[in-house]
């Protein structure tokens, strides 16, 4: 409920003429900065395609240019729902933006953020977004198929129809 309540908060600031109360936007986009740090709830929402966490990340994009840096930050490596590969690339330009040292780190060696990424990347509802960011991942040193990003980070196999 207060995830619901701070995305609605939040959605009127950014299409409001006048302003709104500064602590209260503050608490507002404090819950969805918390919300975007933890897993989507079971069902996540009914909007944008169910991708939780790229819900949220439009909905603090409504406040332009005063976007706070945190609360975008928390939603980078939550791209398990990303449908059309967008947040996919951005989490990757954000999170991995140099290749890694060859020979590639152990995944537990990787920063938290990072490792979120990876894992959601192995996990990914839609898994032609990861083929089509492939290269993406092969010029950055990671596995570049859903298979060997789940070996990567200790996972197993997923069914042949599904990747």
Request: with cysteine; aromatic share 4%.
């Amino acid at each position: 409920m207060r995830w619901a309540a701070a995305t609605a908060l939040v959605r009127i600031a950014g299409s409001c003429d006048g302003p709104l109360d500064a602590g209260l936007l503050d608490r507002a986009v404090a819950e969805l900065t918390a919300a975007a740090a933890n897993p989507a709830p079971t069902p996540a929402t009914d909007y944008n395609a169910g991708d939780f966490h790229g819900h949220i990340e439009a909905t603090l994009h409504t406040l332009g240019t005063g976007v706070p840096r945190a609360a975008l930050a928390a939603c980078l490596p939550r791209i398990e729902r990303d449908r059309d590969g967008r947040r996919t690339e951005a989490a990757l330009v954000e999170l991995f933006p140099a290749p890694l040292q060859s020979p590639r780190p152990c995944y537990a060696d990787l920063p938290a953020t990072q490792q979120q990424l990876v894992h959601a990347l192995a996990n990914l509802e839609h898994p032609w977004v990861g083929r089509a960011v492939a290269g993406q991942l092969r010029d950055r040193g990671l596995p570049d198929s859903q298979n060997a990003q789940r070996a990567y980070a200790g996972l197993p196999p997923v069914a042949e129809g599904r990747q």
